[in-house]
C-alpha cells in the first residue's frame, strides 16, 4: 500500500530594512574629475582643478554626477582644499559650494539658484556684510554669513562642510571661520540635488582651485518593517496555510483508504 505524504511548505519572508545608503565621491585628481564634468574654464591641472586662471573673464564649474539618483540626502560631509591666488589687487570674483539643481551652462561664485550654496565672495560687489566673506545661501537668500580673509596666495587651505537635519557646520582653513548648525531654512533636499562647485574673474582676476574633495551622503531607506494590523494578517495567512495542508492530505488519505483493489 502506497502511502502518499504531501508537504505544504509555506515560506512567510518578511523584509526589514533600515539602512542608510551612502553616496560618494572621492578625487585627488592626480588622473581627471571621475564620475563629475569640468565646464567652462575648469581644468585639471598639476593634480588639482583649477577652475579659474588668473585672468578676466573667466568662469568655471565642476558638477558631481548625483550621487545618491532617486534618492533624498538626509545628511552629508564635504571636504575639500580650496587656493585662490595669485590675483589682481583687489582679486575677484570667488568660489562657489553648492547643493542642488546644477544650473545649465558654467556659473561662477553665486552657486546654484535653488539649494544650498557656500559662498567664498572675495570681491566687493555691494554685498553685505562687505566681502571677503563666506555667506551661506538658501534658495538664493543669505542666511549667515561671516567675514575674513579668504585670499590664500595660491596655498591650498581645508574646508570641511556638514549639513544635517540641525543645519550647517563649516571649518575654513583650521578654524579661521566657522559656522556651527547655522540654520537653513527653506531647505528641502530634493534627489535632483547634486554637489558642484563654480567659479568666476570679472574685470580683475584670480586664480581659483580645489583638490581633494571627499563627500559622503546619508539617505534614510524606507522602513519595510510590517504594522500591528499587518503582523495580524501575516498569522492568519501562516494558520489558514496549516489549516489547508492538514485538510488536503485528509482527503488524500481517505481516497486511497476507499479505492478497489483489482
Ligand atoms: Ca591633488
Ligand atoms: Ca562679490
Redesign the pocket.
Known sequence: MKTRILAITTVLAVGFSGTCFAGSYSNDFSSGVGAASLRGSAVVDSGSVRLTPNAGGNEGSLVIDNLDPGRTVQSFDASFTLAIGPGSTPPA??VSFSFGPPPGGTYG?SGAPTGIAVVF?I???G?TPT?PVIRIMVNGTQVAATTGTLFTAGAFVPVSIHVDGGGLDLNFNSGAIVFTNALLPGYVPSSQYQFTFGARTGSLAAEQRIDDVAITTSVAAPLAVPTLAEWGTIALAGLLALFAAFALRGARTGRIGTSRRV
Open positions: 570674483d570667488g561664485e565672495d570681491y566687493d560687489n554685498e566681502p
